[in-house]
């Protein structure tokens, strides 16, 4: 979908034309308010970040969706990617009007009523080969880093 979100900054972004189009990411999903899975994923995902090195931000793209709009305003978003060393080049925070965002969550495949139970399921793609691969939260940071690799490298050739 190409439904607008806004980003950390305020920034006005259609979905699939200026975050995904083209690109490798890794997508995950949190709320602003979560005192458990939400930042320790976010963590793990500095840590993924810090092994791409220079990747991120050129050829591999964080983004990271609100799964409460609601509250989650754009400066929430960006309290919690900077309390978690994630506020940096590369790597977006995307709320927006609730309809919008619960629409692109729920194409994703991840929206839930409950919030405690969201997944902390990541999405990782090349949106260019449309390569789309799900990778559970107890792959270890170097085997998600390894999988960005891989799919960085995907051609589109069978």
Same mark, same amino acid.
């Given at each position: 979908?190409?439904?607008?979100?806004?980003?950390?900054?305020?920034?006005?972004?259609?979905?699939?034309?200026?975050?995904?189009?083209?690109?490798?990411?890794?997508?995950?999903?949190?709320?602003?308010?979560?005192?458990?899975?939400?930042?320790?994923?976010?963590? =793990?995902?500095?840590?993924?970040?810090?092994? &791409? #090195?220079?990747?991120?931000?050129?050829?591999?793209?964080?983004? $990271? %969706?609100? @799964?409460?709009?609601?509250?989650?305003?754009?400066?929430?978003?960006?309290?919690?990617?900077?309390?978690?060393?994630?506020?940096?080049?590369?790597?977006?925070?995307?709320?927006?009007?609730?309809? =919008?965002?619960?629409?692109?969550?729920?194409? &994703? #495949?991840?929206?839930?009523?409950?919030?405690?139970?969201?997944? $902390? %399921?990541? @999405?990782?793609?090349?949106?260019?080969?449309?390569?789309?691969?799900?990778?559970?939260?107890?792959?270890?940071?170097?085997?998600?880093?390894?999988?960005?690799?891989?799919?960085?490298?995907?051609?589109?050739?069978?």
């Amino acid at each position: 979908t190409n439904m607008e979100l806004i980003d950390q900054d305020g920034e006005r972004l259609r979905f699939y034309d200026d975050v995904l189009k083209d690109k490798v990411v890794v997508i995950s999903f949190i709320f602003t308010n979560c005192e458990g899975a939400c930042p320790l994923m976010t963590r =793990n995902l500095t840590t993924i970040r810090d092994m &791409l #090195g220079g990747e991120v931000g050129k050829s591999i793209h964080f983004v $990271t %969706l609100s @799964l409460d709009p609601v509250r989650d305003t754009p400066a929430a978003m960006k309290e919690f990617a900077q309390t978690h060393r994630a506020d940096e080049e590369g790597w977006l925070f995307l709320t927006g009007n609730p309809d =919008n965002v619960n629409l692109v969550v729920s194409r &994703l #495949g991840q929206y839930t009523d409950n919030l405690e139970a969201h997944t $902390t %399921l990541l @999405l990782a793609a090349n949106v260019r080969t449309a390569h789309w691969t799900k990778i559970p939260p107890n792959v270890p940071p170097q085997g998600v880093a390894q999988k960005l690799q891989l799919l960085l490298k995907d051609d589109g050739a069978p």
